[in-house]
């Protein structure tokens, strides 16, 4: 089993940042692709970003590609996104995820049913 806690939600104003983090817990961390997924209000969850188990792939979705960053610590069990010139339209609830069912070369966006594991989720709100 794993255990997924997210962290570092708020309220933040248009081109701003936040780092959120997700730290894990159970079976073994590093052996697992994790993502980031949200959802906002009226709206599907949606794919954010995905890291492999190695740190060495990742990909994300097109409208957040150069302003979000993925990042994970094997020896912190914890995974990051890192959020910058955060927009109004970035406000979501954000869960992370992690599966031990995706490869290594990570060269799409990854459903959200590949995932076993679920955080609680954070809230990100971005104002205008």
């Known amino acids: 089993q794993v255990q997924l806690v997210e962290s570092g939600g708020g309220l933040v104003q248009a081109g701003g940042s936040l780092r959120l983090s997700c730290r894990t817990s159970g079976r073994t961390f590093s052996s697992h692709t994790m993502g980031w997924f949200r959802q906002a209000p009226g709206k599907e969850r949606e794919f954010v970003a995905a890291?492999?188990?190695?740190?060495?792939?990742?990909y994300y979705t097109d409208s957040v590609k150069g302003r979000l960053t993925i990042s994970r610590d094997n020896a912190k069990n914890t995974v990051y996104l890192q959020m910058n010139s955060l927009k109004p339209e970035d406000t979501a609830v954000y869960y992370c995820a992690a599966s031990d069912r995706i490869p290594l070369l990570i060269v799409r966006e990854t459903p959200e049913g590949l995932y076993d594991y679920w955080g609680q989720g954070t809230q990100v709100t971005v104002s205008s």
């Open positions: 890291i492999s188990w190695t740190g060495t792939s990742s």
